[in-house]
């Protein structure tokens, strides 16, 4: 009896224990599951930056509505957990940046951040991208209670502060702005001139840069050095290399020459009956590079036949500033049996890449006017502003 009496109170103190450590592991459990559960700063361990994935969490849906696919409460949620949905994957993650972009059609949402210099909190910005325009959306971020608050921080410019005084546009013209995030402390403001006739004479001479000084956005405008023939490139009178043994069909009616960062470039310009060619070579130690080839024909032509190369269309420019040079050239191209307005080309070859105006002249007869017919293709769109605009000033000048 007396050894039971002694059994039960170590039993009940080994319960107790046991009930304790119990309870202790649960607590231990649910502080661990609170910890990394929507902190906004458990992206590192010193909490210098938010974590992007809980900005976007916080973030409203409707910041996809403006984008091709959409965006379901579900799908976002299989983009946190995942980073992958049914339609859209996260492409780009970092301290200061979430991309998003839709698996089918062409549009993406980009968060970026700017952090205050002295605390957690900032500036929220969703770039969003699709198949037709951009906008930008933004929030100030508050960390204390972890909140976006919608706040209109980027300036509305107008396009005169982007061209000349000679080209200045009528109050009245509502600009698109492009702003483009450079990184983490600069986003760049630009015009939307594509297809759009106001800029089709007008040169674009001043970049607006933000730059981010922890609390605010200090504004830098920067000249855009007008670009010469040459620009940075070194035209040349003659070759080092001996043209005859550049691969190319036809006579060489027309060449230019010039140095830049591919070493020494050669354009021929050749004709042969009903064809013409164009060969763009950049010549490495002695060894050729074809960078591209341009070929078009008027065959079985049984009228007046017209096939042939605008000579003073042909300029070299380095319009971008990264001492690869543009060749521009323009040919015209018709088979009629009257007085007709006849096909007009004018191309601009950079780097291999192909930009293209496509159309007709102009042919007065008193006071009518036929032709003048143009259309800009969609590569120009990648390209920079001034290619579409220097390629315009000379399809003026030759059109006539």
Known sequence: ??????????????????????????????????????????????????????LFELSPLSIFDETTEGLTSSEKTDLLEKGESATWKITDESGTKLAI????????VTLSFFKNSNNLNGVLFASIMNEQNSKVHSWRYVHDNQTLQ?????????????????????????PVLNYQFLDDQTIEVSLQTWMDKEFENREIINRILLQWDGEDFEEKIVK???????????LLNKSNYDLSKLDHDGKIVHQRIWDDAHGENIALFTQKEEELFVYHYAI???????????????????????????????????????????????????????VSPVGLKLVMLEDGKKFILRGNTIIKMGDDKFGGDKTVDA??????????????????????
């Open 379 to 400: 590569s120009f769109k990648n390209g920079p502003d001034n290619f579409l605009s220097h390629a315009n000033k000379i399809w003026n000048s030759i059109n006539q």
């Open 150 to 174: 919608k706040a209109n921080v980027l300036k509305k410019y107008s396009a005169n502060e982007f061209v000349s005084e000679e080209d200045r546009l009528p109050t009245s013209y509502a």
């Open 224 to 234: 855009i050095q007008p670009a010469q023939e040459s620009g940075k490139l070194s």
């Open 284 to 338: 490495d130690a002695d060894n050729p590079k074809l960078l591209r080839k341009i070929y078009d024909a008027e065959k079985d032509c049984d009228y007046d036949l017209t096939l042939e190369f605008v000579e003073e269309a042909i300029q070299l420019t380095d319009l971008d500033n990264d001492n690869i040079g543009e060749l521009t050239f323009a040919y015209k191209i018709a088979c009629i049996s009257d």
């Open 101 to 108: 972009q839709c698996k089918h059609p062409s549009s993406e």
């Open 1 to 54: 009896m007396k050894k039971l009496l002694i059994y039960i109170p170590l039993l009940l103190l080994f319960a107790c224990q046991q009930a304790t450590d119990g309870d202790n592991e649960a607590a231990s459990a649910e502080k661990e599951n609170t910890s990394t559960s929507g902190d906004l700063d458990n992206s590192n361990e010193s909490g210098d930056h938010i974590d992007m994935k809980s």
